[in-house]
Nanobody, 125 residues
Framework: QVQLVESGGGSVQAGGSLRLTCVGSGLTFSSYHMGWFRQAPGKEREFVCA????????YYADSVTGRFTISRDNAKNTVYLQMNSLKPEDTAVYYC??????????????????WGQGTQVTVSS
């Protein structure tokens, strides 16, 4: 079956960096657009960033533009989220997701078919 497994979360002070990793299995990873979403306590899950199947295009939420970078290595079935200049408001559970839709809206959660279990990121001030 399809699995997306996130790792790399943890606790960091404001201004620090983390790199999240999401490894896919059971799917033709290179055929899927990939996204990262996050959910903070008491809030709805929100879009963070996304990348085309080929890596040719990327999309970012305004709140993370310039600080976060999404990338992928299709040979390793892996998508990465490099997070720099972290802020306390970045504290959340981070999820990766996969979409095979040809008409793909990267920020729309129903556009994604598969989801990981999430990894916790905590940023202290």
């Amino acid at each position: 079956q399809v699995q997306l497994v996130e790792s790399g979360g943890g606790s960091v002070q404001a201004g620090g960096s983390l790199r999240l990793t999401c490894v896919g299995s059971g799917l033709t990873f290179s055929s899927y657009h990939m996204g990262w979403f996050r959910q903070a306590p008491g809030k709805e899950r929100e879009f963070v960033c996304a990348i085309w199947w080929s890596g040719a295009n990327t999309y970012y939420a305004d709140s993370v533009t310039g600080r976060f970078t999404i990338s992928r290595d299709n040979a390793k079935n892996t998508v990465y989220l490099q997070m720099n200049s972290l802020k306390p408001e970045d504290t959340a559970v981070y999820y990766c997701a996969a979409s095979a839709r040809s008409s793909w809206s990267p920020t729309i959660q129903p556009a994604y078919t598969y989801w990981g279990q999430g990894t916790q990121v905590t940023v202290s001030s």
